[in-house]
């Protein structure tokens, strides 16, 4: 039912808009003509894109966030350097990274998106990792002296299978902050994309484009949300307790 009333909101608040400011929100008629004129292939393209630019960059940086917790347990000094490193990214704006890598890269090439969407994923889930790796050692740092395990073994069979669902289960906040880089990291330098369209609508002065472009956005992210990653993180955290 909740649903139900936030479309039936959003749906009198557009109406209300529409007629307060006519000149800015267009209708949603000329929005869903847009998008019929657009055609499914367009569309298709494009979010598949997105997807594409949002998935590659976490993969990535989920892997670089795994060696860096790796290297976090078995050293004192690394622990050190990956921390002060966290924050160092962590103040790094989207839009800072994202003209960096068009600069090196250059607008035509489909690396951009996918490095800044790694860039700004990896220190979340560096995070998330380092508080339960932390978790962890907590509760078995005993166990581990007892027994007199060897760093390759706590890492082996406690730590790495230990964090891992915490790191998939902050990969739900991971991913869905992912996506919406990815659309800036589109419209600053991409050459398709759900980012690339808004901001090409956008120069063209196509008001239909652009909330036609956002309505998909926010679509793909709920659609995202509740069929693929809210389930995951149900199953991860089945393994935390």
Same mark, same amino acid.
């Given at each position: 039912?909740?649903?139900?009333?936030?479309?039936?909101?959003?749906?009198?608040?557009?109406?209300?808009?529409?007629?307060?400011?006519?000149?800015?929100?267009?209708?949603?008629?000329?929005? @869903?003509?847009?998008?019929? /004129?657009?055609?499914? #292939?367009?569309?298709?393209?494009?979010? &598949?894109? !997105?997807?594409? *630019? %949002? +998935?590659?960059?976490?993969?990535?940086?989920?892997?670089? @966030?795994?060696?860096?917790? /790796?290297?976090?347990? #078995?050293?004192?000094?690394?622990?050190? &350097?990956? !921390?002060?490193? *966290? %924050? +160092?990214?962590?103040?790094?704006?989207?839009?800072?990274?994202?003209?960096?890598?068009? /600069?090196?890269?250059?607008?035509?090439?489909?690396?951009?998106?996918?490095?800044?969407?790694?860039? %700004?994923?990896?220190?979340?889930?560096?995070?998330?990792?380092?508080?339960?790796?932390?978790? /962890?050692?907590?509760?078995?740092?005993?166990?581990?002296?007892?027994?007199?395990?060897?760093?390759?073994?706590?890492?082996?069979?406690?730590?790495?299978?230990?964090?891992?669902?915490?790191?998939?289960?902050?990969?739900?906040?991971?991913?869905?902050?992912?996506?919406?880089?990815?659309?800036?990291?589109?419209?600053?330098?991409?050459?398709?994309?759900?980012?690339?369209?808004?901001?090409?609508?956008?120069?063209?002065?196509?008001?239909?484009?652009?909330?036609?472009?956002?309505?998909?956005?926010?679509?793909?992210?709920?659609?995202?949300?509740?069929?693929?990653?809210?389930?995951?993180?149900?199953?991860?955290?089945?393994?935390?307790?």
């Amino acid at each position: 039912m909740g649903w139900i009333y936030l479309i039936i909101f959003l749906f009198i608040l557009w109406i209300a808009l529409e007629r307060t400011y006519p000149y800015a929100i267009p209708s949603l008629s000329s929005v @869903a003509l847009y998008i019929e /004129i657009q055609g499914i #292939i367009s569309i298709a393209r494009n979010v &598949f894109k !997105t997807l594409e *630019n %949002t +998935f590659l960059g976490f993969a990535l940086s989920f892997a670089l @966030a795994m060696i860096s917790l /790796i290297a976090y347990h #078995i050293n004192l000094h690394l622990r050190s &350097f990956i !921390t002060a490193l *966290n %924050t +160092f990214i962590q103040s790094i704006s989207v839009l800072v990274w994202s003209i960096i890598f068009v /600069i090196i890269y250059g607008v035509t090439s489909g690396l951009p998106p996918i490095f800044v969407v790694s860039a %700004t994923s990896y220190p979340i889930l560096l995070s998330i990792g380092i508080s339960g790796m932390q978790s /962890i050692e907590g509760k078995y740092r005993e166990l581990f002296k007892v027994f007199g395990a060897k760093k390759r073994h706590e890492l082996l069979y406690l730590i790495i299978p230990g964090t891992l669902p915490y790191l998939i289960g902050g990969s739900r906040a991971a991913i869905g902050s992912a996506l919406r880089i990815t659309v800036v990291a589109e419209a600053l330098g991409a050459s398709g994309g759900i980012g690339y369209m808004l901001l090409y609508s956008y120069d063209l002065g196509y008001k239909q484009g652009v909330f036609a472009w956002s309505i998909l956005l926010v679509l793909l992210m709920i659609l995202l949300d509740e069929v693929v990653l809210k389930p995951i993180e149900g199953w991860s955290r089945r393994w935390m307790n």
